[in-house]
Nanobody, 126 residues
Framework: QVQFVESGGGLVQAGGSLRLSCRAS????????VAWFRQAPGKEREGLSC??????NIYYSDSVKGRFTMSRDKNTLYLQMNSLKPEDTAVYYC?????????????????????YGRGTRVTVST
């Protein structure tokens, strides 16, 4: 059974940093992509980053490139978020899918991944 447990969210001032963690279980992370997406209040889900299972390459959306860094250590995923902005306020989820590959042109599809956790809330104040 695929499971994700996200943690690390909280309240931070604009310009600050947070590191989110996500414990994954129930599938082989070496065989499938893993990813982060978010959903801001009143907005659609937005794909942020993913790690390709084929070669370990990491891809980012333009909105977070250069500010967010995704990494993985065994079965735990991380999202280091720097230079946070109020528009980064959202619930952040980690996810996987058994069909959709992780590539630069599929980051936008991350919100459609079949498996994801319950999320962790990030609030960035002005």
């Amino acid at each position: 059974q695929v499971q994700f447990v996200e943690s690390g969210g909280g309240l931070v001032q604009a310009g600050g940093s947070l590191r989110l963690s996500c414990r994954a279980s129930g599938f082989n992370l070496n065989h499938f992509p893993v990813a982060w997406f978010r959903q801001a209040p009143g907005k659609e889900r937005e794909g942020l980053s993913c790690i390709a299972s084929s070669d370990g390459n990491i891809y980012y959306s333009d909105s977070v490139k250069g500010r967010f860094t995704m990494s993985r250590d065994k079965n735990t995923l991380y999202l280091q978020m720097n230079s946070l902005k109020p528009e980064d306020t959202a619930v952040y989820y980690c996810a996987t899918d058994f069909e959709t590959p992780c590539r630069a042109d599929t980051v936008r599809m991350i919100p459609l991944y079949d498996y994801y956790g319950r999320g962790t809330r990030v609030t960035v104040s002005t």
